[in-house]
């Protein structure tokens, strides 16, 4: 059967899919400007897992488990499901971590930053220059042979863990468990982690998005790689329709509202918009591929894909407990520490991963 969702008007319709619920999403209760965003959502799960103690971006995200669990399910039925692994896991853990800083750095993932410049936020425009900007230094390992090695074939059941996880996760929420008086399971009672849609408005919207970005390989690293690096402008014009679709959606839902100073979950320090960014978008060159798309791909089974979700999730805690992230009111005392440290890691895996393809 053909896949129309891999056709050009296939991933346009993707991207405007996803694009409207995550306007819907805001609507129905999700933060302002973060209708969906794989790294504040993957930050929310390991507060409510306790990894850190921020107390207002604790919730475990029922959008993150559609992900995943509807890229299982289309890859299922479209016999994709192909477990993998061996692709240097510890090296794409860390690069996990270090993305999930820059991303907290610039408060977004390059979902969210597009779906802040969808509802006015001026400040997403310096995090989108700085998501290409370091795609294109990962490029420039790319066309000089880096790799982090073949993955190889592993036995089935090692693609089930993701989904496994997912499934535990949703009945953790579902049920509300709490292992200790206090916690954990931890639930923000104000904040960004307390404001969510209804749970099964947001599964169903995961697993749908889920599916349709299996079918179609939707990921805006990818897009911006495919235009610097082939010329290719297929799955770009599916992250163009996202944009669209989302600004017309918050136009119409009173969502929109212009400006650098006082959007949501946002702050006005350009440079590390910029270069927070640039680090998330180097290490997401150098793993191939987006957080959705990483969610996805361990969907199909990638078990690679999925050391570095885990990494993004552990990176959260980390960001949080060595007040690495930023706020709204501003980057924080050793963020910009990191990102430079997490520069010179991208770097030395580059260079380092360049003399093996040799």
């Not at 960001?319 to 005392?333: E, I, K, M, R």
């Amino acid at each position: 059967m053909k896949n129309i969702f891999s056709s050009k008007a296939g991933i346009i319709i993707v991207g405007g899919i996803i694009g409207i619920i995550a306007a819907l999403l805001q609507y129905f209760g999700n933060p302002a400007n973060m209708g969906i965003c794989v790294a504040c959502f993957e930050r929310d799960i390991a507060g409510a897992l306790g990894l850190h103690r921020a107390g207002v971006v604790q919730y475990l995200r029922p959008e993150i488990m559609g992900f995943v669990l509807g890229a299982f399910a289309a890859a299922l039925f479209a016999g994709e499901y192909k477990p993998r692994g061996g692709s240097s896991p510890l090296i794409r853990f860390f690069l996990g971590m270090f993305a999930m800083i820059g991303a907290l750095v610039f408060l977004g993932c390059p979902w969210r930053a597009l779906l802040r410049l969808a509802g006015g936020d001026g400040n997403a425009i310096l995090g989108l220059l700085g998501l290409a900007t370091g795609i294109f230094i990962g490029i420039q390992f790319l066309k000089r042979g880096f790799s982090l090695g073949r993955s190889h074939t592993q036995a089935k059941a090692s693609g089930w863990i993701m989904p496994g996880f997912m499934v535990a996760l949703f009945l953790l929420l579902v049920f509300k468990v709490q292992f200790a008086e206090g916690g954990p399971i931890f639930f923000s009672e104000k904040g960004p982690g307390s404001q969510y849609a209804p749970i099964f408005v947001s599964l169903i919207a995961g697993l749908v998005i889920g599916t349709l970005a299996q079918r179609s390989r939707f990921c805006t690293m990818g897009a911006i790689r495919d235009v610097m690096l082939t010329r290719d402008f297929h799955l770009i014009s599916g992250v163009a329709s996202l944009l669209v679709f989302a600004f017309v959606m918050n136009f119409i839902l009173g969502q929109f509202n212009p400006g650098f100073t006082g959007q949501p979950v946002a702050h006005t320090s350009h440079v590390w918009n910029f270069l927070g960014m640039t680090l998330a978008g180097f290490a997401f060159a150098l793993a191939g591929g987006c957080p959705g798309r990483q969610l996805f791909l361990s969907g199909e089974g990638d078990a690679d894909a999925g050391v570095f979700v885990i990494g993004m999730i552990v990176g959260a805690g980390v960001a949080h407990n060595f007040a690495l992230a930023s706020s709204p009111q501003g980057v924080s005392a050793f963020g910009p520490i990191a990102v430079v440290i997490g520069l010179v890691f991208c770097l030395v895996i580059g260079f380092s991963m360049l003399q093996r393809a040799k």
